[in-house]
């Protein structure tokens, strides 16, 4: 956990949906079902949720599953009012800080295409492209650009 001058990362717990699924409604045209959250916190091993929180409210998070020595990003979002301020950036740092504790060497994640911005986050964090993922989402068949990182190498 980190706990910074009014901010916080720390692990989701169920009583924190209510607010998650706010933060994915805005972020995302194709959000998932409450249900969906509920049975990553309470039934998959692999899963690690996180909540980045300013001044005590959730403004973004960041879902990961952790297998043996890689994990991949089911999804990352920070709230549209709270963008363009660095949480981002501070979220994804404290990841892939957090993963390399756990002795993750490879992380990987799926993005839009056309998602310039988060691409540019994540090369700045040391992502390089693996690949595509053809029509990958399904509200408009999007291609997804596959990125990875070897936490290793830092």
């Known amino acids: ?20 699924m706010e933060v994915e409604r805005d972020a995302f045209t194709t959000p ?17 949720y996180l909540v980045y929180e300013m001044e005590g409210e959730i403004i973004g998070y960041c879902g990961l599953w952790v297998v043996m020595d890689e994990a991949q990003v089911t999804n990352i979002a920070i709230h549209s009012k709270s963008r363009g301020q660095g949480h981002g950036e501070r979220l994804l ?3 892939l800080s957090f993963l390399r504790q756990m002795g993750v060497s490879k992380l990987s994640l799926e993005v839009r295409v056309t ?37 290793d190498d830092e």
Request: proline share 1%; net charge negative.
């Open 93 to 95: 740092q404290y990841v």
């Open 115 to 151: 998602n310039t911005i988060a691409q540019k986050l994540y090369r700045k964090m040391g992502f390089v492209e693996g690949g595509i993922r053809k029509n990958y989402y399904a509200d408009n068949l999007e291609d997804a650009l596959v990125m990875w990182v070897n936490l």
């Open 1 to 20: 956990m980190i706990e910074q001058e009014k901010e916080t990362i720390r692990f989701m717990t169920i009583e924190d949906l209510e607010v998650v």
């Open 32 to 48: 998932w079902d409450p249900t969906i959250f509920l049975n990553e916190l309470t039934s998959n091993q692999f899963a690690q």
